[in-house]
C-alpha cells in the first residue's frame, strides 16, 4: 500500500472508532518512515495518552471558564443549579453548583468496564479481609474479651448487611462513577457529597502507606534484621503495577488474593477446631476455658463500646463491590450475587473464625498487651497455632496475612483513584485528577495514590508506632460515615422513587432489608459514632499503667475522634463558600445515569426460569 493511502485509511478508520467504539487511533507514520521494532513501544506509550471521545465530562455540560469570577480552581461548584435550563450563575454569581451537570459527568464515565461476576464475588468475599481481622482483632480481644469482640463485630456485621444491601439496590440502578459519594451529592447536599468524597479518597490514601508499614513488619517474623525499607519498595512497586495493568488486573489480583485468604481462613476454622477438643496433646481439650479464666469480659460494657470501631476497621473495603459498579459489564447480573455473599463473609469468616480465636487465645495472652494494631506478630490466629505447638504452620498464617496486607494495599490504590477521580469529574476537586487514559486508568489519582505510598518509608523510623498511630486516627472513623451516608442516601432515594410514581418492581434490585433495613443500619452507625466520641473522652482506665496527664488524654481522643473535624471541615468549608442547599425530594434527579436492562423482558423470562426450579436451588439463589 502506498504511503499516502497508509495515512488515508488510518484517518477514516480513527474516524470509524470516534463513532463506534468510542475510541481514536492515532495516525500512523507511514511504514516506510517507522521501523516494525519501534511500533509496540508507540502503541504502548499512546494507551496513555486521554481518548477525547470518551470524557466523562463533555465541554458542553459545565459553563465555560470565561463564566466565572475569578477563575477559582474548582470553578463550576456552588449552588444547586436547574434540572430544565442553564445554571444559575446570575443569582449566585461564582458560588453555584450545577447538580446536573455533575451527573452527566458520573454517569458517562471514561472508566473501562471490564470487572465480570467472579471478580464482584471474590471482592465481596474476601475484599475486606486484611489485618482488621488476621491481627487487629487481637488487640480488641485484649481490650474486651472474646465475649466482646463477637458482641461488637455481630453488631457491626448487622450493621454492614443493612448497609450492603441499600448500597446493592442504588449501584445497580445507578452503576456510576464515584458510586456512595456520587449518591450522596445527588440525594443529600453536594457540601455532604464533596465532604464524603474527600473522607473516603483520604481513608484510603492514608490505608495504603498504613498496610506498606504492616507488610514490612510482617517480614520481620523471618529476618528482623534486614531494613524495612527493601521490602516497602518491592510492596508498593507491585501494588502499583498491579493497578496500571486496569481494572481487570486488580479484578484479577483480587480473585487470586481472595481465594488464598479464604482458603486460609477456612484452614484456620477447621485447624482451631481440632486443637480446641484436643487434638494436640499439650493442652488437652480446651473448651470454654479463657471464658471463665480470665473471663468472657474485660472492662464491661465499655470494653465492648471500644471494640466496636476496631470491627468497623475491620470490615471496611465492603463497600467496594458499589465502587467497581461502573467499571462491571454486567452490574445487574453480577451485584446482586456479589452483595448477598456479605451474609456468608460476616457469618463464616468472621464470626466462626473469631469465636474459636476467643477460644484458644486469653485475652490477658503476654503478646497481646501494648500491641499495635498492625503488628502481625501479635496475631491471635498466629498465637492460637503457635500455643498448640506446631512449628511449621504459623509461617504459613504469617505468609497469608502478608498476602492480606497487600490485597488491602491494592484495594486503597483502586478506592482512592476511583473517587479522586469522580470527585475531578463533579468538579469538587481538580480537574486533573479526572485524566482517565485510553485503557480507562485515572492515571493521575493513581499517581498521587503512589505520592502518598511514600510515607510507608517511614516504617524504619524509631517513631513508627507514633506514625501508625496518626494514620490510624485518620482512616479509623472515615467508614461509619460513609456506611451511615449510604443508608440516608438509599432511604431519600425511595423516596423520590415513589414521590415520582415509580414502583418497586420497577427497580432492577431490591434490598432485602428494604427501607426499614436502611433506617436499623443507619441508627448502629450512630450509635457508633456516639459509642466512640464516650470511650474516647473518658477511655478504659489502666490502672498503673493509666493516662494521667491532660496532655495524655486530648492525644487520645484526638487519635480516636480525629475523623469527625475533618469531615466537618469538609462540609462546613464548602457549605459556607459555595451556599449549596439540601436537595428537595422534587429536585432529585433519578433518571440520569439509570439503566433499565430492558427490565419487563428479563424479568419475564427469568421468572419462566424460575418455575422450573427445584425448592433448594430458590431458597440457595434468594442468599447467594
Known amino acids: 500500500m502506498p504511503p499516502d493511502r497508509d495515512i488515508e485509511m488510518s484517518a477514516i478508520n480513527s474516524k470509524k472508532d470516534s463513532f463506534g467504539q468510542g475510541s481514536t487511533r492515532s495516525i500512523r507514520l ?24 470518551r470524557r466523562g465530562s463533555p465541554k458542553a455540560v459545565w459553563p465555560s471558564p470565561e463564566d466565572s469570577n475569578g477563575g477559582n480552581p474548582f470553578d463550576g461548584l456552588g449552588g444547586i443549579g436547574g434540572f430544565d435550563g442553564a445554571p444559575t450563575r446570575e443569582h449566585h454569581g461564582a458560588h453555584y453548583y450545577d447538580l446536573h451537570a455533575a451527573n452527566l459527568s458520573t454517569a458517562n464515565t471514561s472508566l473501562a468496564r471490564e470487572l465480570k461476576g467472579r471478580h464482584l464475588q471474590m471482592i465481596a468475599i474476601g475484599g475486606s479481609i486484611g489485618t482488621g481481622l488476621f491481627v487487629a482483632s487481637g488487640k480488641s480481644l485484649n481490650t474486651g474479651g472474646p465475649a466482646s469482640l463477637l458482641l461488637a463485630y455481630g453488631f ?19 452503576p456510576i462513577a464515584g458510586s456512595f459519594s456520587t449518591y450522596s451529592t445527588r440525594f443529600l447536599d453536594p457540601a455532604w457529597g464533596f465532604a464524603m468524597g474527600w473522607n ?14 504492616a507488610a514490612s513488619i510482617t517480614v520481620g517474623y523471618w529476618n528482623s534484621d534486614l531494613q524495612r525499607a527493601i521490602f516497602v519498595t518491592i510492596f508498593l512497586s507491585t501494588i502499583i503495577i498491579i493497578n496500571l495493568f486496569g481494572v481487570k488486573g486488580y479484578g484479577e489480583a483480587e480473585f487470586v488474593f481472595a481465594i488464598i485468604k479464604i482458603t486460609a481462613v477456612i484452614g484456620f476454622i477447621l485447624l482451631g477446631i481440632v486443637i480446641n477438643i484436643g487434638g494436640f496433646p499439650d ?18 460494657f465499655k470494653g465492648v463500646c471500644s471494640v466496636l470501631v476496631s470491627a468497623a476497621f475491620a470490615f471496611t473495603g465492603t463497600e467496594l ?57 501479635a496475631s491471635p490466629f498466629v498465637i492460637a497455632i503457635e500455643s ?40 469538587q476537586a481538580p480537574r486533573i485528577l479526572g485524566y482517565v487514559d485510553r485503557r480507562g486508568r485515572p492515571l493521575v489519582a493513581i499517581g498521587i495514590a503512589a505520592l502518598v505510598g511514600l510515607l510507608s518509608y517511614l516504617a524504619d523510623l524509631d517513631q513508627q508506632s507514633d506514625v501508625l498511630n496518626w494514620l490510624l ?80 488524654l486530648v492525644q487520645n481522643f484526638f487519635l480516636q475522634y480525629m475523623c469527625v473535624p475533618i469531615v466537618a471541615a469538609f462540609y462546613l468549608g464548602h457549605k459556607l463558600w459555595f451556599r449549596t442547599g439540601f436537595v428537595r425530594i422534587a429536585d432529585m434527579d433519578i433518571d440520569t445515569g439509570r439503566r433499565d436492562f430492558n427490565l419487563p423482558i428479563l424479568l419475564a423470562l427469568e421468572g419462566d426460569e424460575m418455575q422450573s426450579w427445584p425448592l433448594w436451588k430458590k431458597a440457595y439463589k434468594f442468599f447467594c
Request: net charge neutral; with cysteine.
Open 30 to 53: 507511514p511504514v516506510s518512515e517507522e521501523p516494525e521494532s519501534q511500533r509496540p513501544i508507540r502503541a504502548w506509550f499512546d494507551t496513555f495518552r486521554r481518548d477525547p471521545n
Open 388 to 427: 498448640a505447638g506446631i512449628d511449621v504452620i504459623p509461617g504459613v498464617m504469617n505468609s497469608v496475612i502478608l498476602v492480606a496486607v497487600l490485597s488491602v494495599g491494592n484495594s486503597a490504590v483502586f478506592g482512592s483513584s476511583r473517587t479522586l477521580a469522580a470527585l475531578a469529574d463533579q468538579r
Open 473 to 552: 486516627a485518620v482512616s479509623g472513623l472515615s467508614s461509619i460515615f460513609t456506611w451511615g451516608s449510604i443508608c440516608l442516601a438509599h432511604i431519600r432515594f425511595r423516596r423520590a422513587w415513589a414521590a415520582s410514581g415509580h414502583t418497586l418492581n420497577q427497580l432492577a434490585f431490591r434490598a432485602q432489608a428494604g427501607v426499614y433495613g436502611s433506617w436499623l443500619g443507619f441508627s448502629l452507625n450512630v450509635l457508633v459514632l456516639i459509642a466512640q466520641f464516650w470511650t474516647a473522652a473518658w477511655p478504659i482506665s489502666k490502672g498503673s499503667e493509666g493516662m494521667d496527664s491532660p496532655t495524655e
Open 156 to 174: 457491626v456485621g448487622l450493621m454492614l448487611y443493612c448497609t450492603v444491601q441499600a448500597l446493592g439496590e442504588l449501584a445497580v440502578t445507578f
Open 321 to 377: 463491590v458499589g465502587l467497581a459498579a461502573a467499571e462491571t459489564v454486567n452490574p445487574r447480573k453480577s451485584l446482586p450475587t456479589a452483595i448477598k455473599q456479605v451474609f456468608w463473609r460476616i457469618t463464616l469468616f468472621y464470626i466462626v473464625a473469631l469465636t474459636l480465636v476467643g477460644l484458644l487465645v486469653p485475652y490477658n495472652h503476654p503478646k497481646l498487651l501494648g500491641i499495635h494494631a498492625v503488628d502481625a506478630s
Open 283 to 300: 493442652d488437652g481439650y480446651i473448651g470454654g476455658r479463657y471464658w471463665t479464666n480470665p473471663g468472657a469480659f474485660h472492662s464491661g
Open 200 to 213: 473516603y479518597a483520604l481513608q484510603w490514601l492514608v490505608v495504603l502507606p498504613l498496610e506498606i508499614i
